[in-house]
């Protein structure tokens, strides 16, 4: 077992000893959102954002984009659990800025083992076999930080299983100073343009009863 593993099974038995209450948290989100943002280890949504256990789905991939796994996330976390608002955040010093897909399948072509990060960027330093396969994969890499955050508003806000009445906000988490920036451009494509009733019913998934949703504010 290594190391890591151990201090991770260590931390989680101090968890679950002191896991009372947690344990009668309800399925759907009680603060009714749901978070994108990137898998990067130096986020920390529950801390930048202000969550605790149940509050709100935080979805994460490399870059925090709109791929369509993304999207099932967001459909399933609306459709089946009640979320009534969501944010999209990117970040700064972002990774995905850093290469290019074509970087990243000839990268993997040549090598399998981790790659490199020089003052050139990334470059293979480990042996073959690659594999030619990251060639159908759409790594989403990132150009501009700004307008990757709107492409991604836009993309959730224009997809057919999105409904209208959730606006989607668009931000930038700066990794030196810990503060969320507002994506203005991205925050107006993810307006949403239809409201909700005053109310909605909705029944809860499992064992959770029933609950009450209240409209949200475009």
Request: glycine share 8%.
């Amino acid at each position: 077992m290594s190391n890591v593993l151990t201090e991770v099974l260590a931390a989680n038995k101090t968890y679950a000893d002191a896991f009372g209450p947690k344990a009668d948290l309800a399925l759907p989100p009680a603060r009714r959102f749901a978070v994108l943002t990137c898998m990067d280890a130096r986020l920390d949504p529950a801390k930048f954002a202000g969550l605790r256990e149940g509050d709100a789905h935080v979805i994460r991939n490399a870059g925090g984009r709109a791929s369509d796994d993304a999207i099932r996330s967001l459909v399933i976390s609306y459709k089946l659990l009640g979320t009534r608002e969501w944010v999209v955040i990117h970040h700064t010093n972002c990774g995905m800025e850093f290469f290019t897909d074509s970087l990243m399948r000839d990268l993997l072509a040549k090598s399998l083992e981790t790659a490199e990060l020089s003052a050139e960027g990334f470059r293979d330093v480990g042996k073959g076999p690659g594999s030619s396969e990251g060639q159908f994969v759409d790594w989403l890499t990132i150009t501009n930080a700004k307008q990757a955050v709107v492409d991604d508003v836009a993309r959730i806000r224009r997809h057919p299983l999105v409904p209208k009445t959730i606006p989607i906000y668009g931000y930038i988490y700066d990794v030196k100073s810990g503060k969320l920036v507002e994506v203005e451009g991205a925050t107006r494509a993810g307006r949403a343009t239809t409201t909700l009733a005053d109310s909605e019913i909705f029944s809860d998934v499992g064992d959770s009863a029933s609950i009450t949703q209240s409209p949200s504010t475009p």
